[in-house]
């Protein structure tokens, strides 16, 4: 236990017991309470911390495990579970790189001369994320897709000055209360637009605007896994004056699919989890956001530009930062700081590793396996689609038996199943939601089906 | 001019059909994509990726890194980052397929070692802190601050209080007023005293029924201990408002004091800055909320409880402000989080100690060749001005930082807090050897010694780097944002 007089050696400490009365000396003082006088004797912690004793690494590393181990993760359960977090192939390489201690162990680029590798990535990562998504210009992320969606909306207000937000209720209940609470003290008001048969119908989007409303929110694939129709959705937001706001839980989906750029959207939010990421129960992920040129004094967010040194030498810094709070206090665009600047480094070495007919060809597989699951799924007695729209690697089924029920039933089989909707959508109580993406082989589908068969018929 | 060529772009290794995966092929029948996804939705024009092999991608990242400074190079005395080494098990242990591979939707039920492993930090987060319930959603510090202020206008709100106002010292971070404004209140700054504590008499002067909360970083941005912090929660209280605590400072009192003790009703804390998580060269951070019990209610749902020997995530909460982001918040990081409370256990004072006892050691070698504007004990870290090497050789704090990076080192945080002309502030953190801060003290001084006996070079600095000094102004008159494939540039830049 640590006395004030006593000194214990730990591995994460180099000070030396000697060294430290020798330091003391220097500064003059007597003991280390001398270097804590300044804080009043009432508020001072006169007791050992009461925690755990510390572990040495073998133990730790057995008590992670055990606790790790209690976990049903995705390599023990074949995992056909997505809703907004997907199981995707993630190349060894991905993280080799990434993980380096050279990227990893940095701080925010502050002095770019030294920061050039950061900074540099960053600005491939903007490119490359403008590439994907059609659009004009990238940060260089956000926390995860649902505040990414979020801090969208309280730019398309700031854009328009327009107070009103209209959401799908086919974006993700996540999203959705993640939006509520950002905007619930900035004066902005939101409407939720029921769904129709799993999509957003753009006739219902012209009945619900008007001169008030600052920006159409919707996603595509949205929560049912259902594409959304994005160019009349961006007419009918355009035609009131509103901003088209995307959110993408599943960005692979832009590989085979036409990009909201390319429909009209004014503003593209996400989460680019799937992008090279590990599950990690839910983070770190981190927020996608693009938007056109012409608002990116708007946007939120570190923004990597290029530019050139003393000698004419192309090099990367931090730019337009009279955006943001260190610079503007209380009148940024908004108060993020630090971001996820590591999964945007393993998003972009995902992108590069797939490169331009890698990402499409992946975007097929998935596209095609989950054809196959739905197809099959849809002919057992019992099962049908809860929806016609055509999807990406996810889709709803309805089932003849509670879809919780079912999940149990399949977790004999080693699997770990859909999800069961009613969690986020009460009324739809028998729905649910399935994912196959291209980590799923044939084989494993072709188990799911039969065990789903066996599933609904006990 | 001749010069040296630009770093290759990873755009500019491309050759058009090279790939650095290997695809199945799909295994299931044959069905047209147009079928599958509706007509008129195919993507028409391939996304302009970079197509590299695996070589080529592994090269170009292995030497971006090595054109970037971290803590495993060398010293990062970034004042107010704690950059504290980053130990190794702690990342085998994020990368445990059971916590890795673990889908955040996975039923509780099948997640219980995830949901106790949050549970145990929790109380540990509260032990150390002195508060009561944690909230794991906000993913960095200022996150956390949008949330506690939003934990606090929901509390303000339920006793149907409607305060407009939040109080910030001069010296606080710009997230504070920002995170303010986020929450739709109105910020008031209030000065700093003669000896670097926030101004008391001018906390009375617009303390009022209209506050509804002061945000204090103690030890503050000047790395000085707030000595009447006691008496200033007193004032905050006494007019019906709450404290905040940024906690981003944490690193100078584990185990000496505990904000809670101090009067504190909300506080964030940087779990990558003071429990040792990487930051990522700028995220992912996690910037979880610990609260007294009264503000527990209003919590973002779901929270981690423990029923009977079971974990749940608990959705049911009446009063809660809603999420802040999708799923657990930034669980990969609080794995690592876990596991250093885990390595130190009760030791973790020693972390503190060592911290400030490191800085003052610092500041002992570096008093007499800089102005230090506020010369008391410091705690983790202190503010050094750099207005005598402005005043009498005119070189400037950044030329300073510049030329540090000649020597090997990462810069000290510059010209913040904005309080102090010039200022330097630095943080050796504890995880520095005595060795390590006497060649940093070694390599300042003989800075100092520059700006006097050849400002030019000082000022010329970094000549060492990979690049030498970036023309900012140029980058935000004509933003350059990304890389354009060639048909799509018009006139050349």
Redesign the interface.
């Given at each position: 236990?640590?006395q004030a007089g006593d000194?214990?050696p730990?591995?994460?400490?180099?000070?030396t017991a000697a060294?430290?009365a020798?330091?003391?000396r220097?500064?003059?003082?007597a003991s280390?309470e001398?270097?804590?006088?300044?804080?009043?004797e009432?508020?001072?912690?006169r007791r050992?911390?009461?925690?755990?004793?510390?572990?040495a690494?073998p133990e730790?590393?057995a008590?992670?495990?055990?606790?790790?181990?209690?976990?049903?993760?995705?390599?023990?359960l074949v995992?056909f579970?997505?809703?907004?977090?997907y199981?995707h192939v993630v190349?060894s390489?991905v993280?080799?790189?990434?993980?380096?201690?050279?990227?990893?162990?940095?701080?925010?680029?502050?002095?770019?001369?030294?920061?050039?590798?950061?900074l540099?990535?960053?600005?491939?990562y903007?490119?490359?994320l403008?590439?994907?998504t059609g659009m004009?210009?990238?940060n260089?992320?956000m926390?995860?897709?649902?505040?990414a969606t979020a801090e969208a909306a309280v730019m398309a207000r700031d854009l328009t000055r327009r107070d009103e937000v209209v959401v799908s209720a086919a974006v993700?209940p996540?999203?959705r209360?993640?939006l509520?609470?950002?905007v619930?003290?900035?004066?902005i008001g939101i409407r939720t637009l029921a769904h129709t048969g799993g999509v957003t119908d753009p006739a219902s989007v012209r009945d619900a605007i008007g001169a008030g409303t600052a920006a159409v929110v919707v996603q595509s694939p949205n929560v049912f896994g259902c594409?959304e129709d994005g160019a009349a959705l961006a007419a009918a937001a355009h035609d009131a004056g509103a901003l088209l706001v995307v959110a993408v839980t599943e960005p692979l989906s832009?590989?085979?699919?036409?990009?909201p750029g390319?429909w009209g959207a004014d503003i593209v939010a996400g989460?680019g989890q799937p992008l090279g990421n590990?599950?990690?129960?839910?983070?770190?992920y981190?927020g996608m956001l693009a938007t056109r040129e012409a608002f990116?004094r708007r946007m939120p967010g570190?923004?990597?530009?290029?530019?050139?040194?003393?000698?004419?030498?192309?090099?990367?810094?931090l730019?337009?930062?009279?955006r943001?709070?260190?610079?503007?206090?209380?009148?940024?665009t908004?108060?993020?700081?630090?971001?996820?600047?590591?999964?945007a480094?393993a998003a972009?070495?995902y992108?590069?590793?797939?490169?331009?007919?890698?990402?499409?060809?992946?975007a097929?597989?998935n596209?095609?396996?989950a054809?196959?699951a739905r197809t099959r799924l849809a002919a057992i007695p019992g099962v049908r689609p809860a929806f016609d729209?055509?999807?990406?690697n996810e889709f709803t089924l309805r089932l003849p038996v509670p879809p919780d029920t079912l999940?149990a039933r399949l977790?004999d089989h080693g699997i770990?199943g859909g999800?069961a909707l009613h969690r986020w959508y009460p009324e739809l109580e028998d729905a649910w939601l399935v994912c196959v993406t291209?980590a799923r082989?044939?084989a494993q589908?072709d188990v799911l089906v039969d065990a789903v068969a066996a599933g609904v018929a006990a | 001019?001749k010069?040296?060529a630009?770093?290759p772009?990873?755009?500019e290794h491309?050759v058009?059909?090279?790939?650095?995966?290997a695809?199945?092929e799909?295994?299931?029948?044959e069905?047209p994509?147009e079928e599958?996804?509706?007509g008129?939705?195919?993507?028409?024009e391939?996304?302009?990726?970079?197509?590299?092999s695996?070589l080529d991608?592994?090269r170009?990242?292995?030497?971006?890194?090595?054109?970037?400074?971290?803590?495993?190079?060398g010293f990062?005395p970034?004042g107010s980052?704690t950059?504290k080494?980053?130990?190794k098990?702690n990342?085998?242990?994020?990368?445990?397929?059971?916590?890795?591979?673990?889908?955040?939707?996975?039923?509780p039920e099948?997640?219980?070692?995830?949901l106790?492993?949050l549970w145990r930090l929790e109380a540990?987060l509260c032990?150390?802190s002195g508060m009561d319930a944690v909230t794991f959603q906000p993913?960095?510090?200022?996150?956390g601050?949008?949330t506690g202020l939003?934990l606090i206008?929901a509390y303000l709100d339920d006793r149907g209080e409607r305060r407009t106002r939040v109080i910030v010292p001069d010296s606080a971070?710009?997230?504070n007023?920002?995170?303010?404004?986020?929450?739709?209140?109105e910020?008031v700054t209030v000065p700093s005293d003669a000896r670097g504590n926030i101004d008391r008499a001018a906390l009375r002067r617009v303390a009022d029924g209209s506050v509804a909360a002061l945000m204090l970083t103690n030890p503050n941005t000047l790395g000085?201990?707030e000595?009447h912090?006691?008496e200033v929660a007193e004032i905050i209280h006494g007019v019906g408002g709450l404290m905040y605590l940024d906690g981003a400072n944490f690193n100078a009192?584990?185990?000496?004091?505990?904000p809670g003790?101090?009067g504190f009703d909300v506080m964030h804390v940087n779990v990558?800055k003071t429990f040792?998580t990487?930051?990522?060269?700028?995220?992912?951070?996690?910037g979880p909320v610990a609260v007294k019990r009264a503000l527990e209610p209003y919590l973002?749902a779901p929270t981690v409880e423990r029923v009977g020997d079971r974990f749940v995530l608990q959705e049911d909460r009446p009063k809660s402000?809603?999420?802040?982001?999708?799923?657990?918040?930034?669980?990969?990081?609080f794995?690592r989080a876990?596991?250093y409370?885990?390595?130190?256990?009760?030791?973790?004072?020693?972390?503190s100690?060592?911290a400030?006892?490191?800085a003052?050691?610092l500041?002992?070698?570096l008093r007499a060749h800089f102005d230090v504007p506020y010369d008391?004990?410091c705690?983790h870290e202190f503010v050094l001005s750099g207005r005598r090497q402005k005043q009498e050789h005119g070189v400037r704090t950044l030329d300073i930082?510049?030329r540090l990076?000649d020597y090997g080192y990462?810069?000290p945080?510059i010209y913040?807090p904005l309080i102090v002309d010039e200022a330097i502030m630095i943080e050796p953190a504890?995880?520095?050897?005595?060795q390590t801060l006497d060649a940093f003290a070694e390599a300042l001084i003989q800075v100092a010694e520059e700006c006097r006996t050849d400002p030019d070079l000082v000022r010329g600095a970094?000549h060492d780097?990979?690049?030498?000094?970036?023309?900012?102004v140029?980058?935000?008159r004509k933003?350059?944002?990304?890389?354009?494939p060639k048909a799509e540039v018009g006139s050349p830049a």
């Open positions: 236990m640590a000194w214990h730990h591995r994460y400490l180099p000070m060294e430290r020798e330091m003391l220097a500064t003059g003082r280390v001398e270097l804590f006088t300044d804080i009043p009432a508020v001072r912690l050992p911390l009461a925690l755990p004793p510390a572990l690494e730790l590393l008590h992670l495990r055990e606790l790790a181990e209690r976990n049903a993760h995705a390599d023990r995992c579970l997505g809703g907004g977090a199981d190349p390489v993280w080799h790189l990434a993980g380096r201690a050279e990227f990893y162990t940095a701080y925010t680029p502050y002095q770019a001369e030294v920061m050039q590798g950061e540099q990535a960053g600005y491939e903007q490119s490359m403008c590439a994907l004009d210009v990238a260089a992320s926390y995860d897709g649902a505040s993700h996540h999203y209360r993640t509520e609470t950002y619930r003290h900035l004066g594409l832009l590989g085979l699919i036409e990009p390319a989460e590990h599950l990690s129960f839910g983070g770190p981190l990116v570190r923004l990597v530009g290029a530019t050139t040194d003393r000698e004419g030498r192309r090099g990367f810094v730019t337009l930062q009279t943001e709070q260190h610079i503007r206090r209380e009148k940024a908004s108060n993020i700081c630090t971001n996820e600047a590591l999964n480094l972009a070495i992108l590069a590793a797939l490169g331009k007919s890698g990402l499409r060809r992946v097929e597989l596209a095609r396996r054809h196959y729209a055509p999807v990406f999940n977790r770990l999800l291209e082989t044939r589908i | 001019m010069r040296r630009d770093f772009l990873i755009f491309s058009p059909g090279r790939i650095a995966v695809l199945p799909p295994d299931v029948p069905v994509l599958i996804v509706g008129g939705r195919l993507r028409r391939p996304a302009e990726l970079p197509e590299v695996e991608l592994v170009h990242y292995t030497r971006l890194s090595q054109r970037n400074y971290a803590i495993d190079v990062y970034l980052c950059m080494y980053n130990p098990v990342e085998d242990a994020a990368r445990l397929p059971g916590f890795a591979r673990l889908h955040p939707n996975t039923p099948l997640a219980q070692g995830a106790e492993l540990m032990e150390i993913s960095a510090g200022a996150h601050e949008m939003m206008r971070h710009g997230t007023p920002a995170s303010a404004a986020m929450c739709g209140f910020v000085l201990f000595e912090v006691v009192v584990l185990g000496i004091t505990r003790d101090q990558h040792s990487p930051h990522g060269g700028g995220g992912p951070g996690a973002p402000i809603g999420r802040v982001r999708a799923f657990n918040g930034n669980f990969g990081i794995v876990y596991a409370l885990r390595a130190y256990g009760p030791l973790l004072r020693q972390v100690e060592a400030v006892l490191n003052n050691y500041l002992a070698k008391r004990t705690m930082a510049k990076l990462h810069a945080t913040f504890e995880t520095e050897s005595r970094p780097t990979v690049v030498t000094r970036l023309d900012e140029a980058a935000a933003p350059n944002l990304r890389w354009r």
